[in-house]
């Protein structure tokens, strides 16, 4: 298969069904968006626009993303009957104390793209030369410590050892060793705290130096293992009703 780049979500579909990458990423076909993703949408924008307005110390009406509600459903076209959902999605973080670090808060919607290889025998030229592509919601610095903050909007809440293990994580890890430092030359931990809204759980996880490295062997694997899978096969789960190669994927055609 062809890539252009990674990011975590390409690395879990791939890991999970090489045939839904092949239709997403490969053959470029539209994905069908789950409801439930455009709400999480439409909640990552308030809070996004209030974090940016409390940073800037600008607009101060926009400070209380309960403000926001209706602007972002209209954006998203969210029907009205989901408009205590979303409010109250805001109100969990609000309550849990996402703002209260915001002092420290020195990006938002903070997007990176990183060369990480000479040695990737990719078989088309990546944009920029960059392997991994990504995008942090919220990005914090205390001395010489980074903590990158992520908002969840489903209800599902994985183990600290899941979080530790997913691909998100792994990538962040090695995307917030490679920005600069105003400072030392040198990056103290790396800690990820994920915002569950729906059940009003935080959940955090930390990871290294080490950890990063070992990562970046094993995506620059995985970005080989990618380009050389000929002939993506079927991994039927859960969440083929979600997917957009349903009709036509062999394991689930005939159902
Ligand atoms: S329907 Fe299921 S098994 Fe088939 S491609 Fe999609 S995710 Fe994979």
């Given at each position: ?29 539209e ?66 104390g ?24 990719l078989?088309?030229?990546l ?62 931990g ?61 394991a689930?055609?005939?159902?």
């Open positions: 298969m062809r890539i252009d780049h990674l990011s975590a979500s390409r690395i879990e579909t791939f890991l999970r069904c090489a045939l839904q990458y092949h239709a997403l990423y490969d053959l470029k076909l994905e069908k968006v789950h409801p439930a993703a455009t709400l999480g949408k439409a909640v990552h924008l308030a809070m996004e626009l209030s974090t940016r307005a409390m940073v800037a110390e600008r607009h101060p009406t926009l400070w209380d993303p309960h403000n926001l509600v209706i602007p972002v459903m209209r954006r998203y076209e969210i029907p009205n009957g989901e408009r205590l959902r979303v409010w109250q999605l805001i109100e969990n973080a609000i309550e849990m996402y703002f209260e670090d915001i002092d420290y808060t020195v990006g938002c919607e903070q997007a990176f793209s990183l060369f990480l290889s000479e040695n990737v025998p078989h088309v030229p944009r920029n030369r960059d392997l991994l592509v990504g995008v942090i919601d919220r990005l914090d610095w205390h001395g010489d410590d980074v903590t990158i903050h992520d908002l969840k909007t489903g209800k599902h809440i994985p183990s600290e050892r899941e979080l530790a293990n997913s691909w998100q994580v792994r990538c962040y890890n090695i995307a917030a060793r490679s920005f600069p430092l105003e400072s030392e030359p040198r990056l103290g790396v800690k990820f705290k994920f915002w569950y809204l729906a059940s009003a759980r935080a959940v955090e996880v930390e990871k290294s130096a080490e950890d990063a490295e070992e990562d970046r062997i094993e995506l620059l694997s995985l970005a080989d293992r990618i380009i050389r899978c000929d002939d993506p096969q079927p991994n039927p789960s859960g969440l083929c009703p979600y997917c957009l190669y349903e009709e036509q994927c062999p689930r055609k005939s159902k």
